[in-house]
Each structure stands twice: as C-alpha cells, then as structure tokens.
C-alpha cells in the first residue's frame, strides 16, 4: 500500500519522465470518486473531506467532533489527540490496511471498505483532518471482551480490522463497466460495510442489495434518506445510517447508486433466467 506522500511524488515524478508519461493512456476513464473530491482550492478540498467523514462513518462511531466515544467493549478514539501524532502515511495504512502505528490490533475499524477509498476522496478527508483541534477526553482503554465476544472471536467470525483487510481484499461487488463506475465504488465505500463485500448480504437484516431492483427512484431516496423501506417498516441501522449519513451524500451521488443497484439486479436476474 502506497503512502500519500509516495504517491505524490511518483506522480511528480512521472510528470517529469517523458517515457512513462508515453505510457498514460488518455483515453482512460478517471478514477471515481465523491462529488467535490477534486476541487481545487484547499479550503473546498477541507469542506469535501468534513462530509466524507460523515458519509463514511467517522462520525457514526468517533462522535459528531470526533472526540471518541464508547463502543461495545471498545473506544472509539478521540481523533483530535491522537492523529497529530500520526504521519499521512501513518493514517493511510491505519484507515487502508487496518493496521495501528504501534502494530496493536485494531477493532472495530472498517478497512476492508476504506482499503477502496480513492486517493482524491482520502486525500480530502486526511486535510479535513488536519484541521481538527485537540479538544475532548483522551481516549479510553478497552474493556475486556464478553464471553460472547470472544466466541465469535474464536469462531472466525470476529477479527482484528487488518486480518479482515486480507481476507475480503479481492472481493468487490459486480464491475458493471464505465457508467457505472461511480455507483460501485461508492456503494463499495458505503453500503458493503453492513451489505458485504460483493453487497450479497449477511445474516439478519443486511439483505442482498438485489432488493433494490424492487425500488423506483422516489422510493429509494426515501430509504437512503430516511431509512424507510418498500411496505413503510422500521429499519433501526439503516435508519441512524441513511439519515447521519446516507443524507449526506449529493442527489447525484445517490441516483449512480440507484442506477448501480438496479443494473446489477437485473443482470442478476438476466442470468439466473438464463
């Protein structure tokens, strides 16, 4: 996994060699990436990065000022006072691969769907980050997991955040092609989290994201809005979900969603018919 700052200069780099500068193709599409991810100006970048951390979650779990809160068994930490003490480069292989400075597992951090955040939207959020304040308690140790826990534990279905990382790396939802590249990666980003990796779904109440071949337009902005599905039920997460951080999202982000979901449901149906 590349550091930003490696990153960066490679692409100086490259800008500079006329031989690897032959090699870029032209005609190939750009990366996708959130509306907003590319602006120019610092301060548009910042703005862009302070949503994103909202629409990833950030929030959900470290509090609305990132000052950390309890989770389960675990904290979540206070960000304000403890990433001044990470690099970039740090605080990509955290978020990217799951693993902490200090090589201590991590819990509870979603990597395998930030591993697929592109470098323009990471690029954002790590200078919105930088922005914040030291403010807050400091964070707080964990507490010793419940039996409970530690089955799952045992029984493979709970891991450290980096294990989980290698595990789920080359699996990724259906690549529909360029139109829909928007769509899947954002819905790679967001919705695999709870949905899996290839948005298959899990047991409970993460289904398979087929069901949104079910859905008109107008009724999926109300799920992704409000939380409330087709027959008017409540859905307790997608609800807190959808509105502190599905809402968040711009129209456009979630129509290329809806336009992703709804293609790969037909394909899915296209084949299972065939």
């Known amino acids: 996994m590349r550091p930003l700052v490696l990153t960066l200069a490679l692409m100086v780099l490259a800008c500079g060699s006329p031989d690897t ?4 193709r032209p005609d190939e599409p750009p990366a996708p990436a959130f509306d907003g991810a590319l602006a120019g100006e610092a301060a548009a970048r910042i703005r862009h990065g302070r949503r994103i951390a909202d629409v990833l979650g950030c929030t959900g779990c470290h509090g609305a000022e990132l000052q950390g809160e309890r989770f389960y068994e675990l904290y979540a930490s206070n960000l304000t006072r403890e990433l001044p003490g990470y690099t970039d480069a740090q605080l990509e292989v955290l978020l990217r691969d799951g693993v902490h400075p200090s090589g ?17 939207d990471l690029t954002a959020l790590t200078a919105y980050l930088r922005t914040l304040r030291p403010a807050g308690p400091p964070t707080q140790p964990a507490l010793p997991f419940d039996p409970e826990t530690r ?12 294990q989980f990382v290698r595990q789920t790396r080359s699996t990724t939802p259906a690549d529909l092609g360029p139109r829909h590249a928007l769509g899947r990666y954002i819905t790679m980003v967001t919705c695999a989290e709870c949905h899996g990796p290839e948005l298959e779904g899990r047991e409970g109440d993460n289904p398979d994201l087929i069901v949104a071949g079910a859905y008109t ?6 799920l992704m809005t409000t939380g409330v599905p087709l027959g008017g039920r409540e859905l307790r997460l997608m609800g807190e979900v959808a509105r502190g951080r599905f809402s968040r999202m711009t129209r456009h982000e979630r129509d290329a969603i809806y336009d992703y979901l709804r293609a790969r449901a037909l394909q899915d149906r296209s084949e299972t018919a065939s």
Do not use: N, Y
């Open 151 to 162: 089955q799952l534990i045992a029984d493979g279905e709970l891991m450290p955040a980096a």
């Open 21 to 24: 500068a032959a090699e870029i």
């Open 217 to 222: 337009r107008d009724q999926f902005e109300t």
């Open 104 to 120: 201590r597992d991590v819990w509870g951090m979603p990597s395998e769907i930030f591993q697929h955040l592109g470098e323009a």
